[in-house]
């Protein structure tokens, strides 16, 4: 097992993830900091996103954290990014390798809207570098995507994927969700075999949840019927459904790799990756999360507002976070366990020391003859297909197991669970 190279003393590369908020419409099941702003906002937006560019070795400097010059991934998510004019887009690209190295075969991924990616923005793209697109189909169902505020049929989002591929992206993504208000089996079958079936080489299934950073999330908690929550479907329905999709996608050559990821060889997302193991990135915009290390090697997390107004007037990123190990070590669990591989308990052992993860022994015993958790390769714990629908109670209690008695784990109670911050998952909405 190969030591990180931040453990070795070398810099690790980073990620960027550029947040851009500005949508056409406001989907009912989007719980992110965007929405339907004017397109004159867009100009000082960027000229915001260049200013943190600009300003953030300094920044990170003065607070002791170590921001890498070397850049492997970027991600402009939002929102709909796609959105930005063509020479705005080619400003931000350009404008961050003036600020940092970025490598030759770097992946850049840009989130699209299906209809909202017009051909010079395409084309620009292209020029700067973008060899990634993710669109966020959610369904290819016309009446259950309309029905959330999308305007695309399903031929119509097709017929996108395959015209960002012929015109010579490398890499295309699709999302869907399962448990859409009026979604039923049949219309859910059509849309993932769709999915199955399109030239791309990644894809990622979400499941609805409910919370009430979303009109939709907010309106079944609460009661009403604006947004159809009297009519989604429940959730042991859904969770058949994931299974099914989980299962046609694997069938189709698109191997699950993540609780919510499939991707074809060599089709991964890189960018989302580095969420899951834990290294560093760094957010600019509206609401974008950041993890850099310290001098020290510790973990520290800080974002940025979500109100677009601050963020114009000059408002950046909040003083961060400096985690705990004990805080680090529940992170390894929780983001690790996303990842089908699983976790590496020699690499917990050697980050954390033997006694920490010693402490888990009773619980990880527990899981897998609960048949949650399982050994994919010897020394490693992976969450069985199982697992994975019911991943919030595994996270639970693993982050419950080493408190001592009368102190509970800092997440007890909460329903912290699979889903991270923004731009962690990379939804397309």
Request: aromatic content about 8%; charged content about 20%; some cysteine.
């Amino acid at each position: 097992m190969v030591a990180p190279a931040w453990r070795q003393g070398q810099p690790e590369p980073l990620g960027l993830y550029i947040s851009v908020p500005f949508c056409r419409a406001k989907c009912s099941f989007c719980n992110f900091a965007s929405g339907v702003y004017p397109r004159s906002a867009m100009p000082g937006y960027v000229a915001g996103l260049l200013r943190q560019l600009r300003a953030a070795r300094a920044w990170a400097e003065a607070r002791g954290l170590v921001l890498p010059d070397r850049v492997d991934t970027v991600y402009l998510g939002g929102g709909t990014p796609s959105l930005l004019p063509p020479g705005l887009l080619r400003t931000l690209l350009l404008a961050i390798r003036g600020e940092f190295t970025l490598d030759s075969d770097a992946e850049i991924t840009l989130e699209a809207a299906p209809l909202q990616l017009e051909p010079a923005t395409l084309e620009a793209a292209l020029q700067a570098g973008v060899n990634r697109i993710s669109f966020g189909v959610q369904s290819f169902v016309e009446a259950e995507a309309r029905a959330t505020a999308r305007t695309h049929s399903g031929a119509e989002a097709l017929a996108e994927i395959e015209r960002v591929r012929a015109a010579g992206v490398a890499h295309v993504s699709a999302d869907l969700i399962a448990g859409l208000p009026g979604q039923t089996g049949a219309s859910w079958a059509a849309s993932f075999a769709r999915l199955a079936e399109a030239p791309l080489d990644h894809a990622s299934i979400y499941m609805f949840e409910l919370d009430d950073d979303s009109r939709l999330g907010a309106e079944a908690l609460r009661g009403g019927a604006r947004f159809g929550a009297q009519l989604l479907p429940h959730d042991d329905a859904v969770a058949d459904w994931y299974e099914q999709a989980c299962a046609a996608l694997g069938a189709a050559g698109l191997g699950q790799y993540e609780i919510s990821n499939f991707a074809r060889s060599g089709g991964r997302s890189r960018h989302n990756e580095r969420y899951w193991l834990r290294a560093p990135y760094l957010g600019l915009g509206v609401d974008a999360h950041s993890m850099l290390r310290s001098v020290e090697g510790r973990c520290a997390r800080f974002a940025v507002g979500d109100a677009l107004g601050a963020f114009l007037e000059g408002a950046s990123w909040e003083e961060p976070h400096r985690l705990t190990a004990a805080e680090e070590l529940e992170e390894a669990w929780f983001l690790g366990l996303r990842r089908n591989a699983g976790v590496s308990l020699a690499a917990l052992c050697e980050e954390f020391g033997p006694p920490a993860i010693a402490a888990y022994a009773s619980a990880l015993e527990e899981l897998t003859g609960s048949g949650l958790l399982h050994s994919k390769e010897p020394g490693t714990v992976a969450l069985t297909a199982r697992g994975r629908l019911l991943s919030n109670d595994v996270f639970a209690a693993l982050l419950l197991a080493p408190a001592p008695p009368g102190r509970p784990s800092q997440f007890a109670g909460s329903d912290r669970g699979p889903i991270v911050d923004n731009g962690i998952d990379g939804h397309s909405y």
